[in-house]
């Protein structure tokens, strides 16, 4: 995404410390769990705005609103299921995650990752809204080895004030995303990320997939690609509800190679690619940014600002076709079967449906912030 970085340091401290009293929080999410009114549709999402970023909401009419700044650059977003709490975590080497009232703004908390560790830019809560399970990453030590750090799942009380409760290995480096699936926690180990200066002279990632039990933190499965795609950093994942689970690559080489960026996850860990024509793989520019499904699994839309469009494919496999988006990347499904709403860093928003095996543009506004990465659902 083209967005101005901003160079304010970051709020103090890099362990876990909440920013407000431990049980301010539990009282302030009681009181915010209390209204009955609620959004009838809408996302949340990342923005950079003015000379910050923070967090806005998005209408069903895709007005946008702002919820909270921040100091620093916002990657993904998460939207508690019971009341309106929501969290922003930091891109990656992120140092804050934000707590904010995703009704009337405003931020409600902040927490850092545990002493030694950096965020990974995304975090999840569980489906009663009781914990939030963030990806951690140990600080790499100094050295000619090449990784990101080994990587953690912090499970963090929500009620408690966002502290560690339990802790789990990831089963691989540099974890990004992480997701519930079925019966499984799903965590993409990117290990070394494309674009960083980690990854000079690198032609292996080292990435994996790991399946989690989401009760023990055992490890119940790994799925790896193979050396012809060893360049691949598995980043973002997506969901049907119905256990299945897409995740979305970044290449670290740049050498005119077409590889698919977009892969099915079997129960397994298995990674199945999704196929594409070679035109229009190389038209993703190695870089998938977001992956989404629609609300009824059937479909899976890619956004990759750097080829300027937003791909999507059958839940088979199959390929249907692209629309552009310059500078997009926010991408999530709407409550209507075959649609999506992408947002790009200049401002734009639409509304993408699929009808007849055809893709389309079929709404757009203009003239919103600077949209970033990511953007979610309301539940």
């Not at 340091?9 to 209204?35: C, K, Q, T």
């Not at 545990?114 to 100094?142: C, K, M, Q, W, Y």
């Not at 970044?250 to 977009?262: A, N």
Request: aromatic share 6%; glycine share 14%.
């Amino acid at each position: 995404m083209t967005v101005r970085l901003s160079r304010r340091s970051l709020l103090a401290g890099a362990g876990a410390a909440l920013l407000l009293p431990r049980g301010s929080l539990a009282a302030a999410n009681e009181r915010l769990h209390a209204r009955a009114h609620a959004m009838d549709e809408g996302w949340l999402t990342t923005v950079a705005e003015g000379d910050g970023f923070g967090a806005f909401a998005l209408s069903e009419g895709f007005d946008a609103a702002p919820r909270v700044p921040s100091p620093v650059r916002l990657h993904g977003i998460e939207a508690s299921p019971r009341g309106p709490l929501a969290v922003a975590v930091g891109r990656r080497p992120g140092r804050i995650a934000l707590v904010f009232d995703r009704d009337e703004g405003g931020q409600v908390a902040a927490f850092g990752p545990a002493a030694g560790r950096v965020f990974s830019g995304h975090g999840r809560f569980t489906a009663d809204g009781a914990l939030f399970l963030t990806n951690e990453i140990e600080r790499p030590s100094e050295g000619p080895v090449r990784t990101m750090g080994r990587g953690i799942v912090a499970a963090r009380d929500v009620a408690g004030g966002f502290q560690i409760v339990a802790e789990w290995p990831t089963g691989g480096d540099g974890p990004h995303d992480l997701m519930r699936s079925g019966a499984a926690l799903v965590v993409a180990n990117g290990g070394i990320e494309p674009n960083t200066p980690e990854a000079r002279d690198a032609e292996e990632t080292g990435s994996t997939i790991s399946l989690i039990d989401p009760q023990s933190g055992a490890l119940r499965g790994v799925g790896g690609l193979p050396p012809d795609l060893g360049s691949l950093s598995l980043r973002h994942l997506a969901r049907d509800g119905r256990g299945g689970t897409v995740v979305a690559a970044q290449d670290l080489l740049k050498d005119g190679v077409s590889r698919p960026l977009l892969f099915f996850v079997a129960q397994d860990g298995a990674l199945r690619p999704f196929e594409a024509p070679e035109a229009e793989l190389m038209a993703l520019r190695g870089y998938v940014g977001s992956v989404a499904f629609d609300r009824s699994g059937a479909y899976v839309a890619c956004a990759t600002p750097r080829g300027n469009r937003v791909a999507v494919w059958r839940r088979d496999g199959r390929y249907l076709g692209a629309v552009p988006l310059v500078d997009g990347c926010g991408l999530a499904a709407t409550r209507e079967p075959g649609r999506f709403v992408a947002t790009s860093g200049y401002g734009e928003v639409v509304l993408i449906a699929i009808a007849e095996g055809q893709v389309a543009i079929v709404w757009r506004r203009t003239g919103g912030p600077r949209f970033d990465n990511h953007m979610v659902e309301l539940p």
